[in-house]
């Protein structure tokens, strides 16, 4: 799966430590590398769609720049805009000069870029082979553009940079500063109730509500269907990883006004690079480095990363004017204590209640009924959602058509898991306890791919994923099925046979 896309998981994340990119650096990072994939734009649906940027090209031209025959030029002027301009800063010292930065494909073209921040970004010129490209770059500590300070040959296009920057950051803070309030009611709510004046008070009120009301984890069990993903995060599960810490905080930053989008790609420690005999630095990216983040637009450095989520190697919130210092001053200015939630909880537990209540309206409690008596209470759960998941994979071009995976959540569990509704975080424990012959991984793994193809873009989901999934549900099929006494066993094969023909 693509570490570029905009979809907020629903479920858990199960990175595999394969190998993507292998990096290659004239001079090693000494800040963490961001290589963003992918910018969101609008927020639709648990899912953020692609950055609008195209959109604002145009609005620059017909509200500010005016350019005619030139209008073609504005986007590449401001994609390379921020590098372009400090290069040419007046007394810059030879040992920050840029950096060079090549990015090969482990597993060949893939059809994604990852960019660092800060670089130069031509897609004509700098792919030099078919698994291959390269960028030059400036770290964010060595970003210092002061417009009164350009070299004197570069006087006239520092102009022209000045009044492309302006343009661009009058539309995107029109665009990006837009939000669905009707599908986060709390999320507006929350930070109407709490103004803030100024970036820094809105960066530090984030990471307090989120580091003081949830806890990091990659297994945070399968949210419920009938929840927004961002807000149930936030305000019911409380668990969660980079995309929900991301996109709880995007949403955040621009209810409050501030211009962000929600990015995903690579983020790479500098302990990451080894040096090489030839004097330059190689990294290999696993996927265990895919990552989410918030983006905010700060003058004279454009978008520019906001790490929010809690980092086991105790990396925190830098930008430029804001690093711990500042975070643990506004903290202390406003009396937040960290280590007590800020956020009411008193009626989550009623609203877990009404959630339930309202999910299983939705149950096939006949169907359940039917199936329990055949194949007994453990096997039952398995095996039918199973059989669907086999079913629809053997007839996978009608359901990517229609959706149809999404309909394996509608299925309610019964027998010895009945306290379950598929997305605990235990669920896969649970599963591969009831099942012996498969793993944990498996199980998990078969909710993955299901959740994948529900939520995402079904045709997105790599084959082999369908493929093992597959393989585990025949596993688990022909265990429920071995269990069965004769006559249940046909009672059982009718009962889905029927179900076949309705899909």
Same mark, same amino acid.
């Given at each position: 799966?693509?570490?570029? &896309?905009?979809?907020?998981?629903?479920?858990?994340?199960?990175?595999?430590?394969?190998?993507?990119?292998?990096?290659?650096?004239?001079?090693?990072?000494?800040?963490?590398?961001?290589?963003?994939?992918?910018?969101?734009?609008?927020?639709?649906?648990?899912?953020?769609?692609?950055?609008?940027?195209?959109?604002?090209?145009?609005?620059?031209?017909?509200?500010?720049?005016?350019? *005619?025959?030139?209008?073609?030029?504005?986007?590449?002027?401001?994609?390379?805009?921020?590098?372009?301009?400090?290069?040419?800063?007046?007394?810059?010292?030879?040992?920050?000069?840029? #950096?060079?930065?090549?990015?090969?494909?482990? &597993?060949?073209?893939?059809?994604?870029?990852?960019?660092?921040?800060?670089?130069?970004?031509?897609?004509?010129?700098?792919?030099?082979?078919?698994? /291959?490209?390269?960028?030059?770059?400036?770290?964010?500590?060595?970003?210092?553009?002061?417009?009164?300070?350009?070299?004197?040959?570069?006087? @006239?296009?520092?102009?022209?940079?000045?009044?492309?920057?302006?343009?661009?950051?009058?539309?995107?803070?029109?665009?990006?500063?837009?939000?669905?309030?009707?599908?986060?009611?709390? /999320?507006?709510?929350?930070?109407?109730?709490?103004?803030?004046?100024?970036? %820094?008070?809105?960066?530090?009120?984030?990471?307090?509500?989120?580091?003081?009301?949830?806890?990091?984890?990659?297994?945070?069990?399968?949210?419920?269907?009938?929840?927004?993903?961002?807000?149930?995060?936030?305000?019911?599960?409380?668990?969660?990883?980079?995309?929900? +810490?991301?996109?709880?905080?995007? /949403?955040?930053?621009?209810?409050?006004?501030?211009?962000?989008?929600?990015?995903?790609?690579?983020?790479?420690?500098?302990?990451?690079?080894?040096?090489?005999?030839?004097?330059?630095?190689?990294?290999?990216?696993?996927?265990?480095?895919?990552?989410?983040?918030?983006?905010?637009?700060?003058? @004279?450095?454009?978008?520019?990363?906001?790490?929010?989520?809690?980092?086991?190697?105790?990396?925190?919130?830098?930008?430029? *004017?804001?690093?711990?210092?500042?975070?643990? %001053?506004?903290?202390?200015?406003?009396?937040?204590?960290?280590?007590?939630?800020?956020?009411?909880?008193?009626?989550?537990?009623? #609203?877990?209640?009404?959630?339930?209540?309202?999910?299983?309206?939705?149950?096939?409690?006949?169907?359940?009924?039917?199936?329990?008596?055949?194949?007994?209470?453990?096997?039952?759960?398995?095996?039918?959602?199973?059989?669907?998941?086999?079913?629809?994979?053997?007839?996978?071009?009608?359901?990517?058509?229609?959706? *149809?995976?999404?309909?394996?959540?509608?299925?309610?569990?019964?027998?010895?898991?009945?306290?379950?509704?598929?997305?605990?975080?235990?669920?896969?424990?649970?599963?591969?306890?009831?099942?012996?012959?498969?793993?944990?991984?498996?199980?998990?793994?078969?909710?993955?791919?299901?959740?994948?193809?529900?939520?995402?873009?079904?045709?997105?989901?790599?084959?082999?994923? +369908?493929?093992?999934?597959?393989?585990?549900?025949?596993?688990?099929?022909?265990?429920?099925?071995?269990?069965?006494?004769?006559?249940?066993?046909?009672?059982?094969?009718?009962?889905?046979?029927?179900?076949?023909?309705?899909?």
């Amino acid at each position: 799966m693509s570490a570029a &896309n905009g979809r907020v998981s629903r479920g858990n994340l199960y990175p595999a430590g394969r190998e993507q990119l292998e990096l290659t650096a004239e001079k090693r990072p000494t800040e963490t590398l961001y290589l963003k994939g992918f910018s969101g734009g609008d927020y639709e649906e648990g899912r953020w769609q692609e950055n609008r940027d195209e959109e604002i090209y145009e609005l620059m031209e017909a509200n500010s720049l005016h350019w *005619g025959r030139w209008k073609s030029w504005i986007s590449g002027i401001y994609e390379s805009l921020y590098f372009v301009t400090n290069q040419n800063m007046m007394g810059r010292e030879e040992e920050n000069l840029d #950096r060079m930065l090549l990015v090969r494909y482990v &597993n060949g073209w893939q059809g994604d870029w990852y960019a660092p921040y800060y670089g130069m970004w031509s897609r004509s010129n700098q792919r030099y082979a078919d698994d /291959l490209y390269g960028f030059r770059y400036f770290q964010q500590d060595e970003m210092d553009i002061q417009w009164d300070n350009i070299r004197p040959f570069f006087s @006239d296009n520092g102009s022209m940079y000045q009044e492309v920057q302006s343009a661009y950051e009058k539309e995107a803070a029109k665009i990006y500063t837009q939000v669905p309030e009707e599908t986060i009611p709390r /999320l507006v709510e929350l930070c109407r109730e709490n103004p803030m004046k100024d970036l %820094n008070q809105i960066t530090a009120f984030i990471l307090y509500t989120l580091q003081s009301n949830t806890s990091y984890t990659r297994t945070p069990g399968m949210f419920p269907l009938n929840e927004e993903p961002t807000e149930y995060f936030l305000f019911q599960g409380k668990e969660g990883y980079c995309q929900h +810490y991301a996109s709880a905080a995007v /949403l955040m930053y621009r209810i409050y006004g501030i211009p962000a989008r929600y990015a995903t790609g690579y983020a790479v420690s500098p302990a990451d690079f080894e040096e090489q005999p030839d004097g330059t630095y190689r990294a290999v990216v696993t996927d265990e480095s895919a990552h989410a983040w918030p983006e905010v637009f700060i003058h @004279d450095y454009g978008w520019t990363p906001v790490e929010v989520t809690p980092l086991e190697n105790g990396a925190g919130t830098n930008y430029p *004017g804001f690093d711990s210092e500042t975070f643990q %001053n506004i903290m202390t200015e406003n009396d937040w204590d960290i280590s007590l939630p800020s956020l009411q909880t008193g009626d989550s537990q009623e #609203r877990e209640e009404d959630r339930k209540e309202e999910s299983e309206s939705f149950s096939l409690e006949a169907d359940w009924k039917l199936i329990a008596r055949c194949a007994g209470p453990g096997a039952a759960v398995l095996t039918a959602f199973c059989i669907l998941l086999y079913v629809r994979y053997k007839k996978r071009d009608q359901w990517i058509r229609e959706g *149809g995976m999404g309909r394996l959540f509608d299925l309610h569990f019964s027998g010895s898991m009945e306290k379950y509704q598929g997305w605990e975080k235990d669920f896969p424990y649970m599963l591969a306890k009831e099942i012996p012959i498969i793993s944990k991984e498996e199980a998990g793994q078969i909710l993955e791919t299901a959740q994948e193809a529900a939520f995402g873009n079904p045709v997105e989901v790599p084959e082999k994923n +369908y493929q093992a999934a597959y393989e585990s549900c025949l596993k688990i099929r022909n265990f429920a099925v071995s269990e069965m006494s004769r006559g249940k066993r046909l009672l059982y094969y009718m009962r889905i046979s029927f179900r076949w023909f309705s899909l």
